[in-house]
């Protein structure tokens, strides 16, 4: 789901306010950012001239910060469109880029990737120098990093994010993640991620399993399980933190993550 101010009172809608929610979160420790743009009315918008707003907000505020634009295929199928955030360049240029490896299905949602969209995506990034983020929901998503790497669409080190508690994909328990993160390259910088009421618990199993976490609005609305509390940006991301520090863990700084890539 790609939350409105109908779910949520707290979704940036506006490069304004997203730079306001990376700002209140920066100092607490921050490696990337990802972005879903939108239009004036709040709707998800697929245009580089809109991006260029979100992106440039976001530099402004940490002109360090790895920032990873989405390709999605939920609001649109087509290869031009779900590129054209890609084609942005200088300070604007993004770091990363959302690459879902199957289509799937939200609870409200499907989401559209067919083979030769991946791939042309998956080119596409390759050619611009900028790193795909691959987003895995199953296993089968899992597998298909590896037939990409395989040809030669996919570089080292492979960035996976890992989903769990979608009503059709990998379910928010130590099995099912375990599963996925035994399919992955050995190279891969992965994270955890769940969905509505699981994100709290997909967080608590991929820092103890040694993983990172993609922490947002855009994932759970809520801090809670019983729906009471609505969440912010900023308090997902501290408590995701104060999880972490329970676990002797700490953020990767830009910088390492940069050094990481480069090494590959």
Same mark, same amino acid.
């Given at each position: 789901?790609?939350?409105?101010?109908?779910?949520?009172?707290?979704?940036?809608?506006?490069?304004?306010?997203?730079?306001?929610?990376?700002?209140?979160?920066? /100092?607490?420790?921050?490696?990337?950012?990802?972005?879903?743009?939108?239009?004036?009315?709040?709707?998800?918008?697929?245009?580089?001239?809109?991006?260029?707003?979100?992106?440039?907000?976001?530099?402004?505020?940490?002109?360090?910060?790895?920032?990873?634009?989405?390709?999605? =295929?939920?609001?649109?199928?087509?290869? /031009?469109?779900?590129?054209?955030?890609?084609?942005?360049?200088?300070?604007?240029?993004?770091?990363?880029?959302?690459?879902?490896?199957?289509?799937?299905?939200?609870?409200?949602?499907?989401?559209?990737?067919?083979?030769?969209?991946?791939?042309?995506?998956?080119?596409?990034?390759?050619?611009?120098?900028?790193?795909? /983020?691959? /987003?895995?929901?199953?296993?089968?998503?899992?597998?298909?990093?590896?037939?990409?790497?395989?040809?030669?669409?996919?570089?080292?080190?492979?960035?996976?994010?890992?989903?769990?508690?979608?009503?059709?994909?990998?379910?928010?328990?130590?099995?099912?993640?375990?599963?996925?993160?035994?399919?992955?390259?050995?190279?891969?910088?992965?994270?955890?991620?769940?969905?509505?009421?699981?994100?709290?618990?997909?967080?608590?199993?991929?820092?103890?399993? =040694?993983?990172?976490?993609?922490?947002?609005?855009?994932?759970?609305?809520?801090?809670?399980?019983?729906?009471?509390?609505?969440?912010?940006?900023?308090?997902?991301?501290?408590?995701?933190?104060?999880?972490?520090?329970?676990?002797?863990?700490?953020?990767?700084?830009?910088?390492?993550?940069?050094?990481?890539?480069?090494?590959?």
């Amino acid at each position: 789901m790609v939350p409105t101010r109908a779910h949520s009172p707290h979704v940036p809608l506006t490069p304004s306010e997203l730079a306001r929610d990376v700002r209140a979160v920066a /100092e607490l420790g921050l490696t990337a950012v990802h972005i879903h743009a939108r239009d004036a009315g709040g709707a998800p918008d697929w245009k580089r001239d809109t991006y260029a707003a979100f992106v440039g907000a976001v530099r402004e505020v940490d002109p360090e910060i790895l920032i990873n634009v989405s390709t999605s =295929g939920r609001n649109w199928a087509e290869l /031009e469109r779900r590129a054209d955030c890609l084609a942005l360049d200088g300070d604007l240029k993004p770091d990363l880029a959302s690459l879902t490896l199957s289509s799937l299905n939200f609870v409200q949602q499907a989401s559209v990737n067919p083979p030769d969209v991946i791939r042309g995506l998956a080119r596409i990034l390759l050619e611009r120098g900028i790193v795909p /983020e691959l /987003e895995v929901f199953d296993l089968g998503m899992a597998n298909m990093v590896r037939v990409l790497r395989r040809e030669g669409l996919v570089p080292r080190p492979a960035v996976v994010n890992l989903f769990v508690g979608n009503i059709a994909g990998a379910q928010a328990t130590p099995s099912a993640l375990g599963l996925m993160i035994s399919d992955l390259p050995e190279d891969a910088i992965w994270s955890g991620a769940g969905l509505g009421d699981f994100q709290a618990v997909a967080h608590a199993m991929s820092l103890a399993a =040694g993983g990172g976490v993609r922490v947002g609005l855009e994932d759970g609305l809520y801090l809670d399980a019983r729906r009471e509390e609505l969440a912010t940006n900023p308090a997902l991301v501290e408590r995701a933190l104060a999880l972490g520090s329970l676990l002797g863990r700490r953020v990767m700084t830009p910088k390492e993550m940069r050094a990481r890539l480069d090494a590959g």
